[in-house]
């Protein structure tokens, strides 16, 4: 639950018709015509009575965070690991997982043990150097993100080499858009993040949104196609000085608007992130429906902002090793001068898992013992609830899922895998 919240150096609908109440057994949720989209709104008592999910009294197993243990080190390396850009659970349990300095692709048994790695670190073909997202591809391919070479290195789940995918830039950059899911057919989706330290004219560069485009790439293609736009990160403009020199630059608001995009099979799922409102698009990028929620949204507090500081401290300062420490010290002195939302965002993250449902984390403070969930199916209609112990939701499954838990004391990282019960 906190990558989302990194510094980054590094619709109008008109109502048609009445409402409809309907209930699916105690949960009631009023549903209306818009235009041919559907406005689903639960009121909430809906979320209080939705059906609790239950987990497994212990966890299945547990995956590293051990004193000394040097075989599955997991704190130096999962990167995005609260939006579970880098690991995945396989539909037989085991889990394969992106970490370690050089990076590997470890894969870890059902008892919990590693048992192998995928390809390795390196430049050639089924090897990779900054792996930044684990996707799975149909039921038996792995694609991986290679952030530093724009290429997807496929892998088959038995750890065979099956070549690479490109990925084309866009803009000055060097980089390709962000990658967030792939389709049945191979396409994948994107997001291009724009990091301007201006706002747009006329805005206020304390809070700005710059247009986030969501894109589309199909298989083999050589560009990028639009399927829709939205808003993106709430920023403010900075600035960042190294060797001397002072350029301007961008900083996410502290707890601000970050949207949330996930991708299903048949799906493309959007939320603001300030307000509980989730859209669910075809795969085409065809709004479908509104689904929304009565939830209030919380305070950000004194506390929640010294701790908010206190973790990226931490983090930056492991860093020294990977770039210089002065540049390193400089940017946590300016965490003093972190700009803060005064609400948490209705919507922290959201995931897919697959059945196709939607799971959608209500926003909270870094400082809560656990982190609760909406769970809606494939067609956008509430289904129940679940908590989880405090942590990143990791992967899901049909039947199990894991988070990721870190030990504040040592800094330890280990993963644990639940079982679940719808």
Known sequence: MRSRHLLLPLMVLVACGGDKPTTGGAVEVAVRD???????????????????????????????????????????????ASSASVGRLLPDGRLVVVAGQPP???????????????????????????????????????LAYDMMRRKGVLFGVDGTSRGELDFPTVGALPI?????????????????????????????????????????????GARYDTLFMVQGIE???????????????????????VPQVA?????????????????????????????????????????????????????????????PPAIIDAEIKKLDE??????????GQMQVDPTGA???????????STTTWAIFDATGSLQGRVTLPKGGLFAVGTDRLVVRREDPATGLVRLEVWGFTR
């Open 358 to 368: 939607l799971w959608a984390n209500i926003g909270g403070s870094p400082l809560d």
């Open 176 to 220: 390709a858009p962000t990658i967030l899911g792939v389709l049945n057919d191979g396409t994948t989706i994107h997001r291009g993040d724009a990091f301007d330290p201006r706002p747009p004219a006329g805005g206020d560069p304390n809070s700005y949104q710059l247009p986030l485009p969501i894109v589309a790439l199909i298989a083999g």
């Open 104 to 142: 590997q692709m470890m894969v870890i048994d059902t008892t919990g043990k590693k048992s192998g790695t995928i390809g390795r670190a390196g430049e050639g073909p089924g090897e990779y150097r900054l792996v930044t997202q684990l996707l799975q591809l149909g039921s038996d391919t792995l």
């Open 34 to 80: 818009s235009s041919g989209i559907a406005i689903k709104e639960y009121p909430a008592s809906s979320w209080e009575a939705a059906k609790r999910f239950t987990l497994s009294a212990t966890p299945l197993m547990s995956v590293g965070g051990e004193e000394g243990d040097t075989t599955i080190d997991l704190s130096a390396g999962i990167m995005g």
């Open 263 to 323: 991708v299903g099979p048949e799906a493309i799922w959007f939320s603001p992130s300030d307000k509980f409102e989730i859209h669910r698009r075809s795969t085409g990028g065809a709004l479908l429906d509104v689904i929304r929620l009565d939830l209030p949204t919380r305070d950000v507090t004194d506390a929640d902002r010294s701790e908010f500081k206190r973790i990226l401290s931490e983090a930056l300062t492991r860093l020294k090793s990977m770039a």
């Open 338 to 347: 972190t700009k803060f939302a005064t609400r948490f965002p209705a919507v």
């Open 235 to 257: 920023m403010y403009s900075s600035t960042m000085t190294a060797g001397g020199q002072t350029a301007a630059i961008p900083r996410q608001i502290g707890f601000g608007k």
